[in-house]
């Protein structure tokens, strides 16, 4: 997907770099919003575990 990011011609058109940097902008934005949801993922299990920890804790 990434490999038009090795050479850059010089006399790439300003089209054509445009389209390149509003491909890497959509990019970027997917990688956000799935580091969120990864997020939000290893938080409700780490939660989960602490009250796992808890309830052996107390047994």
């Known amino acids: ?4 990011l ?3 011609d ?3 058109s300003r089209e054509e770099l445009e389209t390149r940097v509003k491909d890497l ?3 970027v934005e997917l990688l956000l919003k799935k580091n969120k949801q990864n997020d ?3 938080h409700a ?3 989960e575990l602490e009250a796992l920890k808890s309830r052996i804790n107390i047994a």
């Open 1 to 4: 997907m990434l490999h038009w």
């Open 10 to 12: 010089e006399n790439i």
């Open 45 to 47: 299990m780490y939660s």
């Open 25 to 27: 902008y959509e990019l």
């Open 6 to 8: 090795k050479e850059v």
């Open 40 to 42: 939000e993922i290893i």
